[in-house]
């Protein structure tokens, strides 16, 4: 996402903006850096007035906490601070996340309680979950503005090129029967350990499907990933990919027969509108924020689905996509250019009046 948008610098720019990227560290405040180039520009702190903009993109959880009293002067000198929020997840079930992680989430968003002037979210769940927590956790109910920035769908124009592994591409030749696919950290959120029991319960029927997992090593998963290494189907119908490029995803997305997105909980849910991008099919957990992708021939699952339940889900889709049964529709890509399109109908306004004395 933060590639997504940054890439589209020259769009910003039109727009009368001039554009600084900026980083911090630890032990550095933010600074001017020569993103995409390697390299830093200035490590002087960076300063600010009145008609300036701090757009937080990336998800700082720390970095934001370390340098609070460097955002607490920026707004106090008149700069507006806007940040990306993707969910509420770390507060509102911890149990999903490393220990530290709620109590970092919390400081983070309290730090930005404090400085910032509106938030841009993933989505309307998004958007409804912050201003709850922003209310509950610190009784901030007004002084900030949200807007919800739709989210670019196509990986080539975010794409961070690494090229495909040396064997990626061989393996996939080589792979025979249906090839099912799912992506996303692997973290207890996302469902996978479902998905492992629907497919164990498929593959004893004597399903020949190919069950591929592409995302990183998360969290409190360390039993799960042994599980998956140790499966008689490890390296025969299943897969796991945690390094995999944006290349070698594109070309998974275009290999499958169709995905599936198990997850507990989202705030968007960015590989359910990648997969559509790519016209695959989609079977979806039945979670409200994937519900409003009906209309685009996205299936669903219960959301409590037993192993067995899971398996006849997946067979049946499987079987519905082998008669033609399943078709993809209304696909809506929006473009990152869109995307930088609303933000920049979002700021425009800000370069207007004064800046409200307080965000809290």
């Known amino acids: 996402v933060v590639r997504g948008v940054a890439l589209r610098e020259e769009q910003l720019r039109r727009a009368g903006w001039d554009v600084w990227f900026v980083a911090a560290t630890r032990k550095r405040p933010y600074h001017r850096v020569r993103w995409p180039l390697p390299g830093e520009e200035d490590r002087t702190p960076i300063e600010g007035g009145a008609g300036d903009l701090f757009l937080g993109l990336d998800y700082a ?29 770390p507060v509102q079930r911890p149990d999903w996340f490393p220990q530290s992680a709620g109590l970092r989430f919390r400081k983070w968003l309290r730090v930005l309680s404090s400085v910032t002037d509106g938030y841009l979210c993933n989505s309307t769940q998004t958007e409804r979950d912050l201003r709850l927590n922003l ?9 900030y503005e949200t807007h919800v920035l739709p989210m670019g769908t196509d990986i080539k ?32 959120r996302k469902g996978h350990s479902d998905l492992l029991d629907a497919f164990s319960e498929l593959w004893s029927r004597g399903g020949d499907a190919n069950l591929v997992l592409v995302g990183r090593e998360g969290w409190k998963v360390e039993a799960l990933l042994e599980r998956i290494r140790s499966h008689p189907e490890f390296g025969r119908r299943l897969f796991y990919f945690n390094k ?51 209309a685009s021939g996205v299936r669903y699952f219960p959301e409590h689905a037993s192993p067995q339940m899971l398996a006849d889900s997946i067979q049946g889709w499987l079987n519905d996509i082998s008669s033609g049964q399943v078709k993809v529709t209304d696909v809506e890509c929006v473009p990152w250019e869109d995307s930088v399109k609303v933000l920049l109908e979002v700021l425009v306004p800000l370069t207007l009046g004064p800046k409200p004395a307080s965000a809290g």
């Open 61 to 89: 959880l720390d970095t934001v906490r370390f340098h609070e009293a460097q955002l607490r002067r920026l707004a106090q000198r008149g700069v507006r601070q806007w940040y990306l929020v993707h969910d509420l997840l």
């Open 135 to 143: 209310r509950t956790l610190f009784g901030v109910k007004e002084g």
């Open 244 to 294: 995999a490029s944006d290349e070698a995803l594109m070309r998974a997305y275009e290999a499958c027969r169709g995905v599936i997105i198990p997850s507990l909980a989202e705030g968007y849910g960015l590989p359910l509108i990648e997969a559509l991008g790519y016209l695959r099919p989609v079977l979806a957990r039945h979670i409200e924020v994937f519900r409003v992708h009906e």
């Open 157 to 188: 124009n975010s794409l961070h090129a690494t090229g495909l592994q040396d064997d990626f591409a061989e393996w996939l030749d080589q792979l025979t029967g249906p090839m099912v696919l799912t992506v996303g950290t692997i973290e207890p």
